[in-house]
């Protein structure tokens, strides 16, 4: 890595390689790429979009939770973003007696709002370069030891930047470790839930219709932020904190949109790997992708077979369903569409052109070949790995028993300190609560006899703990029948000490190596985790190691070759802006989807009592009787519930405010189509689309459903 990186980024140019395509660092929007978006219909000066020194609409956004995003959109801190983003919160606050993921919830006042321990919102105060400092703190690491070093080294500079502030900051690598940018953050830790529809609307259509156009999904929630009395961002909860005053609130427009309308879209997207070789798509499409689809899959029917029984336990397993069920779908959806356009093509023509610029460049002798020997040499072993973190550690008594891994290391360490023990013990003290209150035994023993079962079937026989199935065998009966681990894990489900609270509670309140190592269930997740540890985790560290160093060298060559060319940075969950437009989309011969869904269709795929399509009976009547208020779209004669852009977002986008020409609110990003399941990887400027709720449907339900006419009083309205 050399200085003349740095001065690199100053010329780059951050653009979009297709139309569409491209999520901006807020901070580096070009010329040229303002240029284009007020081609695209934008009204906003580019301070009005970004300012540290003026108020700009950057200032209404915020990093909602661990990775949502959310808006500001009143004076008085309230924020929109959506029900699945919210749904660990409306789940905690939920009982049989006030079941608000059944019922939904409207608080009619402030008094009425719920405080929600855990949740935090960020708002983005600045962001400073800082790579010249990081790559000279990297400058006599060797290459295959900056994946082990790097995050201590970003961890040591995001805390001496906040040493003394009350502010959070972190440093964020970009170009796969060529830039390094320093991101400020407050956070408000007081945040309160203050309205969510009921889960037939927020969540309508399930599983089915997730990732999918057309859709009717009232996909929101309403929470407020709080601030201390005297103005500061507080640290908890407290009776006398006060409503957030914002730099920035967003109005809410009601005038509806047409066809081809300017779609701008501020949010902080998670991940994309963009820049991905033909390699590492190979693996993810043969291996990695199927292994988890099918995991995730197993894991899924156990669960829904245990929640559609019982609504108690539909609300403990709620939250964790829907995350495993998202991504179950989309890295379905993902392999498929990567192979239906065949993207490893794409990347392996963009290589060759890379090579061929290269000839003359020494310092790229072999690096595709090197590339290729880096996964050759771990690709035996992947599927273990995704067998180990996605099956028999998604069990989460495996996981939880896993943990314990640490307090066993601690207790069996005779030199270890009082002090290091009280922290292990503490540690598991606090994870076996977190643990237990989700933990739902009929289903995750299920899990357990299943995956443990797939492991020995879909595991290269040579790679799996042998004493394990052997004893397994030997106990239990013939290893290819259900029934022999249907035995074996209720033989664990029944004697172990983690699920009998006085065994439990006998035992870390005065911890032993012996007890916690004859426990069955530890046991078992210890034989999984012990045999990838000891045998082959060491292939997957050299792989990453080697991985990261030889994607920064193609990247550092990448921004080289293509120096004032159009390139951006991946999706880091930092602050990014896209921009498209309101489109319809032809996804095959013979179909034209339109750009909007209205309450019509809600009402064609309504099924009474069905787990996915069934509608509360109030929306019913409201929509029987037309009564549609000032939210109905005078083109459709409806309420419009949804509609389409062409963005480009990813997860963490979850939330992100969608913006007409002069930044007005017009809708929440909730999903992308399957069509264009590929957008981690690649971006297809043809079919890619985000899914938006539209804001008149949100105000509708709060308005005609919730009758919480309090929260519409306090949006800013605009009518014409």
């Known amino acids: 890595m050399k200085k003349l990186i740095t001065v690199l980024f100053i010329t780059i140019c951050f653009l979009s390689s297709k139309a569409d395509e491209g999520m901006f660092l807020v901070h580096l929007i070009g010329e040229k790429t303002y240029s284009d978006m007020v081609k695209r219909g934008l009204k906003l000066s580019k301070e009005q979009l970004y300012s540290m020194n003026k108020n700009s609409i950057k200032d209404a956004i915020v990093l909602f939770g661990g990775g949502c995003t959310a808006e500001v959109v009143s004076k008085e801190g309230l924020l929109f973003t959506n029900h699945h983003c919210g749904y660990d919160n409306i789940a905690s606050a939920s009982s049989l007696e006030h079941n608000y993921l059944r019922d939904g919830f409207w608080a009619k006042s402030k008094q009425e709002e719920i405080a929600c321990p855990g949740l ?20 006599d690491v060797k290459p295959n030891e900056i994946t082990s070093k790097l995050p201590g080294i970003l961890m040591e500079m ?35 839930l203050v309205g969510t529809p009921p889960e037939s609307i927020g969540k309508f259509g399930g599983d089915t219709d997730n990732w999918e156009w057309p859709r009717h999904t009232g996909d929101f929630s309403i929470f407020r932020v709080y601030m201390s009395a005297d103005g500061k961002a507080s640290t908890e909860y407290k009776s006398t904190n006060v409503p957030y005053q914002p730099k920035h609130f967003l109005p809410v427009s009601i005038k509806g949109l047409n066809d081809g309308d300017y779609a701008m879209i501020y949010g902080y997207p998670g991940s994309t790997n963009r820049y991905e070789t033909s390699y590492g798509i190979k693996l993810k499409t043969e291996i990695d992708n199927p292994s988890l689809v099918n995991l995730r899959d197993a894991r899924l029917k156990c669960m829904l077979a245990e929640m559609v029984k019982d609504p108690a336990v539909k609300i403990k397993l709620a939250s964790s369903y829907a995350g495993i069920a998202n991504y179950w779908k989309f890295f379905d959806g993902e392999t498929k569409q ?8 794409q990347k392996q023509k963009e290589e060759a052109a890379f090579e061929t610029w290269a000839k003359t460049k020494p310092d790229y002798d072999n690096l595709f070949s090197n590339i290729k020997s880096a996964y050759d040499t771990w690709t035996p072993f992947a599927k273990g790995r995704v067998y180990l973190n996605e099956g028999i550690l998604g069990s989460p008594l495996m996981a939880f028993a896993a943990s314990l891994k640490t307090l066993d290391a601690s207790l069996s360490n005779t030199t270890a300190s009082a002090e290091d023990k009280n922290k292990a013990i503490a540690n598991a003290k606090s994870s076996y609560d977190r643990f237990i209150k989700g933990e739902n035994i009929a289903s995750d023993k299920n899990i357990l006899a299943i ?12 790679q799996q703990p042998t004493e394990f199935y052997t004893q397994l065998n030997a106990s239990y009966g013939d290893l290819e029948k259900d029934e022999t681990y249907q035995k074996f894990a209720k033989d664990v489900f029944e004697n172990t000490m983690l699920l009998n609270a006085d065994k439990w509670n006998a035992f870390i309140s005065n911890p032993d190596v012996a007890s916690l190592q004859k426990d069955l269930a530890y046991k078992t997740a210890l034989a999984f985790v012990t045999n990838f540890n000891n045998n082959y985790s060491k292939f997957y560290t050299e792989f990453v190691a080697n991985n990261y160093a030889l994607n920064n060298k193609y990247l550092k060559g990448v921004l080289e070759m293509k120096k004032g060319s159009t390139l951006y940075p991946d999706a880091n969950q930092t602050m990014r802006i896209s921009y498209g437009n309101v489109k319809s989309y032809s996804p095959k011969d013979g179909v034209k989807f339109k750009e909007v869904c209205t309450l019509k269709g809600v009402m064609e795929k309504y099924i009474l009592g069905n787990y996915e399509f069934d509608a509360p009976t109030k929306l019913i009547e409201l929509i029987n009787a037309k009564d549609y208020g000032q939210y109905i779209d005078k083109k459709a004669n409806d309420v419009v519930v949804t509609f389409i852009t062409t963005n480009d977002i990813t997860g963490g986008n979850s939330g992100s405010p969608v913006l007409n020409a002069k930044g007005e609110l017009i809708g929440l990003a909730f999903d992308g189509n399957y069509e264009a399941l590929s957008h981690k990887i690649a971006f297809d400027g043809d079919l890619n689309r985000t899914i938006c709720l539209d804001v008149r449907y949100l105000l509708f339900v709060v308005d005609k459903l919730g009758g919480a006419k309090n929260l519409i009083d306090e949006l800013l309205l605009v009518k014409n």
């Open 451 to 462: 995956v443990t079962k797939m492991f020995h079937n879909d595991v290269n026989p040579a």
């Open 158 to 192: 995001s805390a001496k930047a906040s040493e003394g502030t009350e502010f959070d900051v972190r440093v964020s690598s970009f170009f796969k470790g060529n830039q390094f940018l320093q991101f400020t953050y407050q956070r408000y830790k007081d945040v309160r």
């Open 120 to 139: 935090s919102v960020q708002f983005l105060v600045k962001i400073e370069d800082v790579t010249e400092k990081v790559l000279e703190k990297l400058k």
């Open 338 to 345: 990567l192979l239906k356009h065949n993207v490893m093509a």
